[in-house]
């Protein structure tokens, strides 16, 4: 595998920063950035007369990685060429009324070939629901097939976010790129550093990702309750304070952030699926918590060492702070120097869990894919 990693500043000038890939044999080009940048239609122009041979894809995002920096004022470019392995590209958009299931259907169908090993996925991270996504992916893909990737983000605003593969991103676009062949080396970590607090209680009233009661009383009283002077910020704060959930008949737990509240209704909208009968508790997190949990991610991974994409989600941004690329210097304490490490902070992260083979939707994690090949 061959790689380039380079930033395009909005004056459509480039600053490489790692690989030895000249741009014209790129067959894939990941491009990171705010949802203000990403939208220039000019900048698209750009990377595509850079990597006039590659597959373009865009997302935005909620914070942009070039190694161990954050980068938000440039698009961050990784393209790579794959040696033995190949790939294929796939996107549709999710138009008004439509079935979330038969998309995701039609882009495994799309990719699904005998030596299908892994898919990548980039998803619009407001429109679409990431439970249903994922639910839907593992049905559809190949046994054996594993997935990752992330929700695209728009930094702290929450009002849109942009994908798109081989044209100008816009809104509710799912990208898949499908990689082949044995040669390719993967590896997957997941971890989030928060700890969680007060009684388990159950979920009484759900509607997908809408949480109406815990233990029959309105769950919004609750939270307001337990964040004490903190629920002043709401719904800001909520970031600061996920649930843990843990699904009925199942014994691990995923993490949901809390996306908007509704006063009136006495509800709150998480960036994935609360089942009714669920067991949840609230959570949170210290610095080193979170660093330590980006640490464990990246133990999980190391077996591959190529490429690093890392998707973290906005949550650990928030409450981090400044000292948010400490999460990343712990990812490249682990990896090493050799490694390309790229990403991006999102609105719900892709990954398999521990030892279970099957993707799941993550909020507050971070998530990690690895990539190499084994040349002949």
């Not at 639910?135 to 728009?154: H, I, K, M, R, Y």
């Amino acid at each position: 595998m061959k790689l380039l990693q380079t930033l395009l500043s909005t004056e459509a000038s480039w600053t490489d920063l790692t690989g030895d890939l000249s741009p014209e044999d790129a067959g894939l080009v990941l491009v990171f950035g705010l949802r203000a940048t990403l939208a220039k239609p000019a900048l698209f122009d750009e990377v595509r007369k850079r990597f006039p041979n590659a597959r373009v894809v865009m997302v935005s995002t909620a914070g942009n990685l070039a190694d161990i920096r954050i980068e938000d004022e440039q698009l961050v470019c990784t393209a790579l060429c794959l040696e033995r392995a190949t790939l294929r590209c796939a996107s549709a958009r999710l138009e008004t009324g439509a079935n979330l299931d038969t998309l995701c259907q039609l882009l495994g169908s799309q990719l699904n070939a005998p030596d299908l090993r892994h898919v990548l996925v980039f998803s619009d991270g407001s429109l679409v629901n990431g439970s249903t996504l994922i639910a839907a992916f593992n049905q559809c893909l190949p046994e054996g097939v594993t997935l990752s990737g992330g929700l695209a983000g728009d930094g702290t605003d929450f009002a849109s976010t942009l994908v798109g593969l081989d044209s100008p991103p816009t809104t509710g676009v799912v990208v898949a790129v499908g990689l082949y062949g044995e040669s390719l080396r993967l590896g997957f970590g997941s971890a989030g550093g928060w700890s969680t607090f007060g009684p388990s209680r159950t979920v009484t009233a759900s509607a997908n990702n809408v949480l109406s009661e815990l233990d029959g009383q309105p769950a919004l009283e609750l939270y307001r309750a337990y964040l004490g002077p903190e629920a002043d910020a709401l719904p800001a704060a909520a970031l600061r304070f996920p649930l843990s959930v843990v699904p009925p008949h199942q014994t691990k737990a995923v993490v949901r952030t809390i996306l908007s509240i509704d006063d009136d209704a006495g509800t709150m909208t998480f960036a994935g699926d609360i089942p009714k009968g669920a067991s949840v508790r609230f959570m949170r997190a210290s610095y080193e918590e979170l660093v330590n949990g980006a640490e464990e991610a990246a133990r999980q991974a190391v077996q591959a060492s190529e490429l690093v994409i890392c998707v973290s989600c906005v949550g650990r941004r928030v409450v981090l702070g400044e000292r948010t690329e400490e999460e990343l210097e712990g990812v490249r304490s682990i990896f090493g120097q050799t490694p390309v490490l790229t990403g991006f902070y999102s609105y719900g992260e892709l990954a398999p869990s521990g030892h279970e083979h099957a993707c799941q939707l993550h909020n507050q994690t971070m998530t990690i894919t690895s990539l190499a090949e084994e040349l002949a």
